[in-house]
């Protein structure tokens, strides 16, 4: 019998995940096929109940704005993924709904690869969103200092506390403040990565950037989670000025490698899976 993984949004028409799962399934002989589905916030707990639970449904990606919601409807969720407070993949073992999150698992394996060690790095975040909690709390084992900056600062604080409960023995200094450009020079001086999570520069709004080119300098590292352009405006000026960029390919690829191997328990294939995503953004132009 096929097994079925869904991904569950709204609206999920431009996603990439179900051209990636579906040519990883297939490289590796697997019968599993990946279906995206349009599921709207009223209907998400009929959709868990009466189709996620299935015997032939093998689990799920979730993405907005359930991230968050869907929380409340599963049987466990994994610590890490509670304490994000948000949920990307669900396994259903046997009618029993499991809730991961691989996104923030997804940035640091892509950050460490392109970065190497992170150990005494000041890092800047922009954002606090769930994209932001998910990656901040993969951090905390590596890094030395957080500062997360974000338009509500309510936020920045909010997710700055959070995470100084989760610190357990590390040593980090976390900040929380409001974005504003006053505050991002200062704390860009000496900052090693910073990392926009926030969706300004993504298409169609290409000529968008949170940050002054001349806030950007050779020694840093600057990940756009972005994918969508490949370059957004800010990676550009950041190769400009001769520092070290990352673009959010590899995190998608990576957050879908850690989903797939939960519910197939096979390595995935990455460099199909990236060749697929980035051929299927090529196309998209
Ligand atoms: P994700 O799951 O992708 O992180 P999200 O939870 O909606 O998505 O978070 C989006 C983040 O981008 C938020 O931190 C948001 O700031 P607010 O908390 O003030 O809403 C930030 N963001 C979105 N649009 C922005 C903009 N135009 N300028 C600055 N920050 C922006």
Redesign the pocket.
């Known amino acids: 019998m096929t097994k079925i993984c869904y991904l569950i949004g709204y609206p999920i028409e431009h996603s990439l995940s179900p051209v990636m799962h579906n040519t990883a399934f297939k490289e590796l002989g697997i019968d599993f096929s990946y279906r995206a589905i349009n599921v709207e916030s009223h209907h998400l707990r009929s959709f868990i109940e009466e189709t996620l639970r299935r015997p032939m449904v093998r689990g799920a990606n979730v993405t907005?704005p359930h991230?968050v919601d869907v929380i409340k409807f599963l049987d466990e969720v994994d610590p890490l993924a509670k304490e994000i407070g948000?949920v990307n993949t669900i396994v259903n073992d046997e009618g029993v709904l499991r809730g991961f999150n691989t996104?923030g698992f997804g940035a640091f394996r892509a950050l460490i690869e392109a970065y190497g060690s992170l150990k005494e790095m000041k890092v800047v975040l922009?954002?606090?969103?769930?994209?932001?909690?998910?990656i901040s709390y993969y951090l905390l084992k590596e890094v030395q200092s957080m500062v997360i900056l974000?338009?509500?600062e309510r936020?920045?604080l909010e997710l700055a506390k959070d995470l100084r409960k989760s610190l357990r023995g590390f040593k980090v200094e976390i900040y929380g403040s409001l974005?504003t450009k006053a505050r991002l020079r200062e704390e860009l001086f000496d900052a090693d990565v910073v990392i926009n999570?926030?969706?300004?520069g993504m298409y169609p709004n290409v000529e968008?950037t949170?940050i002054c080119k001349n806030f950007l300098n050779k020694k840093m590292m600057v990940f756009d989670?972005i994918y969508n352009p490949f370059e957004t405006r800010l990676i550009l000026e950041a190769k400009d000025v001769g520092a070290k960029t990352l673009n959010g390919v590899n995190m998608f690829v990576y957050q879908g490698s850690e989903a797939f191997r939960l519910w197939t328990s096979r390595d995935a294939p990455i460099d199909i899976m990236t060749q697929v995503v980035i051929k299927a953004l090529e196309e998209k132009g």
């Open positions: 907005i991230k948000a996104d922009l954002g606090a969103g769930g994209a932001t909690r998910a974000n338009r509500t936020k920045a974005l999570t926030t969706p300004v968008n949170l989670v």
